[in-house]
Nanobody, 114 residues
Framework: QVQLVESGGGLVQPGESLRLSCAAS????????VGWYRQAPGKQRELVAR???????EYADSVKGRFTISRDNAKNTVSLQMNSLKPGDTAVYYC????????WGQGTQFTVSS
């Protein structure tokens, strides 16, 4: 069974940094593109960052220059380094992988206080 488990959520102050991680199991992780999405209350889930199997990245305009996505294929993990955090970054963050169907992590709550 494919499982994606996020960790690293919590509460931080504006301007601080935090790193989210996602550990995958049940798949050959290295051959798939993976990404981070987020969803705030009352809003649609949106793509935050994505990284392909070859290491090519893309970011939402709202986080470009502040967030960095990376992967460690040997450890089956994908991380999201978040810098210069803003209250608008507050959301539940989800790890995502597509292998015929979409696989999602359980989500981790991340809150930036104001």
């Amino acid at each position: 069974q494919v499982q994606l488990v996020e960790s690293g959520g919590g509460l931080v102050q504006p301007g601080e940094s935090l790193r989210l991680s996602c550990a995958a199991s049940g798949i050959i992780f290295s051959i798939y593109a993976v990404g981070w999405y987020r969803q705030a209350p009352g809003k649609q889930r949106e793509l935050v960052a994505r990284i392909t199997d070859g290491g090519r990245t893309e970011y939402a305009d709202s986080v470009k220059g502040r967030f960095t996505i990376s992967r460690d294929n040997a450890k089956n993990t994908v991380s999201l380094q978040m810098n210069s955090l803003k209250p608008g970054d507050t959301a539940v963050y989800y790890c995502h992988l597509r292998h015929g169907v979409n696989y999602w992590g359980q989500g981790t709550q991340f809150t930036v206080s104001s």
